[in-house]
T-cell receptor, first 112, second 112 residues
Framework: DSGVTQTPKHLITATGQRVTLRCSPR?????VYWYQQSLDQGLQFLIQ???????AKGNILERFSAQQFPDLHSELNLSSLELGDSALYFC???????????FGPGTRLTVL | QKEVEQDPGPLSVPEGAIVSLNCTYSNSAFQYFMWYRQYSRKGPELLMY????GNKEDGRFTAQVDKSSKYISLFIRDSQPSDSATYLCAMRAGGATNKLIFGTGTLLAVQP
């Protein structure tokens, strides 16, 4: 158990809908990262927050957004969902930046 | 061409065998190299973390980095059925960035 928690574990929704994924980092970790893992693309970095502020952006679609709250938990918002958004979404956290990243168990999103 | 290439396998070996997993990369700015293990339906778990070229050993695991060839390896000695998982290499450049670039992962099955 890495200490990073993610909710929900599974999410099934329809195309065009909006969902919110939640991540609580390890106690004391200031940095949160979001990744998408699909069968054809592997693990892709989406976005990073450090102590409430956006630090780095990767291959994140404009339909996706994220934020980190004062208590350091983070949410990833996915809107206008498409079939191709079906994937595992992982959150990772680290104490500082840069530093070793520890991954949560993931949220499996299925878009029907 | 992807920045990090990894043979997806699957790789099937008998219990007790020595396993060799490899990644090649194209970005000479990469300085930090990691190996993650991912069990089915779980988040990636950090196994090894190395900086620059050379070898690092931890129990049955040895990580090897050859920056001149842009090639990294993970060796598993005395492989066990519990080692059956997907192994992901990851790397990042030096400096302030903590953006990890992952290989697509190699699926390993250790047969009892």
């Amino acid at each position: 158990d890495s200490g990073v928690t993610q909710t929900p574990k599974h999410l099934i929704t329809a195309t065009g809908q909006r969902v919110t994924l939640r991540c609580s980092p390890r106690s004391g970790d200031l940095s949160v990262y979001w990744y998408q893992q699909s069968l054809d693309q592997g693990l892709q970095f989406l976005i990073q927050y450090y102590n409430g502020e956006e630090r780095a952006k990767g291959n994140i679609l404009e339909r996706f957004s994220a934020q980190q709250f004062p208590d350091l938990h983070s949410e990833l918002n996915l809107s206008s969902l498409e079939l191709g958004d079906s994937a595992l979404y992982f959150c990772a956290s680290s104490v500082t930046d840069p530093d070793t990243q520890y991954f949560g168990p993931g949220t499996r999103l299925t878009v029907l | 061409q992807k920045e990090v290439e990894q043979d997806p396998g699957p790789l099937s070996v008998p219990e007790g065998a020595i396993v060799s997993l490899n990644c090649t990369y194209s970005n000479s700015a990469f300085q930090y190299f990691m190996w993650y293990r991912q069990y089915s339906r779980k988040g990636p778990e950090l196994l090894m973390y190395t900086y620059s070229s050379g070898n690092k050993e931890d129990g049955r695991f040895t990580a090897q980095v050859d920056k001149s060839s842009k090639y990294i390896s993970l060796f598993i000695r005395d492989s066990q059925p519990s080692d059956s998982a997907t192994y992901l290499c990851a790397m990042r450049a030096g400096g302030a960035t903590n953006k990890l670039i992952f290989g697509t992962g190699t699926l390993l099955a250790v047969q009892p």
